[in-house]
Every structure is written in C-alpha cells, then in structure tokens.
C-alpha cells in the first residue's frame, strides 16, 4: 500500500471519528479541564456572572480541605466504608458464587435472579426497606426482641449508623460481583481441581491453593470495581441519614455535594480531585497485589 493510500485511509477514518471526537471533546474535555482549573481558584456561585473577577488561589484550596477536620472525618469515613465494605461484599458475593456453582443445582436461574435484583432496584425503595428494618421498631429490633436484646436505634447511632449503611451496600451490591466470581469460576479449567483431589487435597486446600489463585484476574476485575463504587459512596448516607448523626457517615462525596450546594465550587472541585487520587492510588495497589502471577 501506497503513503498516499494510507493517509487516505487514515482521512478517512477520522472523518468517521471526528463526530464522536468533537462531542466527547466538548461535552467531556473541556468541563473536564475547567474544573481542574476551577480547582485552583476561589470560584463560588457569585462569580457565575463575572467570571473574570475569580483569583487564583493555586494550592490553597488543596491545603484548606486538608485543614478541614470535616473533610479528613469525611475521608476517615470513607475509609472505613471501604475497609469494611469490600472484603464484606466480596467475602459474601465469592460464597454465594462457589455455591451457584457447584452446590445449588435446582432453581440455580432464580437465585441469581434474586440476589441480583437489589442492583437493579432503585435505591428509593431500597431505602425504604432498610428504614422499615432498622427503625425502632423496625423488623431487626422485633426479632432481638424475641431473644430478650433491645436493638438500638440504627440510623441515629453514631456508632451503628455507618455499619447499618455497610450491610445495606453490601447487600446492594454483591449481585454484581456475583455474576462476575461465578463467571470466573465456570471459566476455570475443572482438571486442574480434580487432579487436586485425585492428589489427596482437601476442599479447603483445593479452594486455597488452586481456586484463588486461578481466579485471581476476576478477583482483581470485581475488587476494582466495587472499590470505585465504594470509595464515591453518596446515595446511602444522603438516603438514609443525610451524613449524620454528627457527620457519622459523612463521606467524601457528599462533602463535596455539601461544598458544591453552599455555593463553593472550588472547594468542591478540589475535593473532587482529592478523591479521584484516592481511587487511583487504590486501584494500582490492587492490582500489584492481585495481580495474575506466573
């Protein structure tokens, strides 16, 4: 092929792009590139109509949000959501997927329907749900009451509240990891864990030391993504307990949420972009650590 042919064809090909690039560019590129500026400016919702009249403050905003003692309650918040969140709903989501798999042949169809139903159900009625079961009076607390344990009041707890929260995420959530563990684990090759019995390896050991590391990759593909989904948690405490009690499930979304609705879009850009070095400093620590290994 010709040096003409090829940029034709290369012409060619970008004036089939160029659609896609032009709106992405748009619609994507460029508030993606205002907010990091805005980021570095003392921008509110005063400024909207002069805009020039903005200073730019540099690291300001950055050194502010870590002198927050709100903030950092945000960020020690979502840090607990994830520690505990995670190793919950992927603990949780691996033995319901080992038990699909091998265990559950019967009505196999109707219970992954079952547990994946809450990802796809609004998280209004969701909400709704869980208030009725954590309430007072709710169903938690009648059925501690039934062995003579009075239930506290879970939402306004400052100690309960954010495990209240956990557990509904994790039930939210361990459809998804579901569907992704049992396809891993039809996908894994059925001689490597017979010759493995056939060697005299217990169910634990086969589990241990042929199961997971094999399944390794599709830990690595559901750990990421629940990590992403955890570390932006927003829904559950504005839902349920709107942060509180006492910013006890305040976390790093809804702060910003906060900062963006009194008005301070710097600040909320700024601590946008704190949590996004967050996500991508655990995303790279999951995957040297979970990582296919030869």
């Not at 805009?51 to 003692?69: E, H, I, K, R």
Request: glycine content about 8%; hydrophobic content about 55%.
């Amino acid at each position: 092929m010709t040096v003409a042919a090829r940029r034709r064809q290369g012409l060619v090909a970008w004036g089939f792009a160029l659609p896609f690039v032009a709106v992405f560019g748009l619609f994507m590129l460029v508030p993606l590139a205002g907010s990091v500026l805005m980021s570095f400016t003392d921008f509110r919702s005063s400024d909207v109509t002069t805009p020039w009249a903005v200073d730019l403050v540099g690291l300001d905003q950055y050194t502010a949000l870590l002198g927050d003692p709100r903030f950092r309650r945000a960020l020690l918040n979502t840090g607990y959501f994830v520690l505990v969140g995670i190793p919950l709903t992927m603990t949780v989501a691996l033995a319901l997927a080992m038990a699909l798999n091998s265990g559950i042949n019967r009505f196999r169809t109707a219970f992954r329907v079952g547990f994946y139903t809450p990802v796809v159900t609004s998280v209004v009625a969701v909400a709704v749900v869980w208030r009725f079961i954590l309430q007072p009076d709710g169903l938690l607390n009648r059925l501690l009451a039934t062995a003579g344990i009075t239930g506290p009041d879970w939402l306004h707890s400052t100690v309960w509240a954010m495990p209240s929260l956990i557990a509904m995420a994790a039930w939210r959530n361990m459809g998804t990891l579901m569907v992704i563990f049992l396809a891993g684990l039809q996908a894994l090759p059925s001689e490597v864990t017979e010759a493995a019995a056939a060697d005299g390896a217990s169910a634990w050991q086969r589990f241990r030391h042929v199961t997971l590391p094999l399944l390794r990759p599709t830990l690595l593909l559901g750990g990421v993504l629940i990590s992403v989904v955890y570390l932006q948690f927003f829904e559950e405490p504005y839902v349920m307990t709107r942060g509180g009690p006492l910013d006890a499930t305040l976390s790093a979304t809804y702060y910003t949420f906060d900062q963006f609705g009194f008005g301070r879009y710097g600040a909320a850009s700024a601590a946008s972009y704190v949590l996004f070095v967050v996500i991508a400093a655990v995303s790279l620590l999951q995957f040297r650590l979970l990582r296919a290994r030869d």
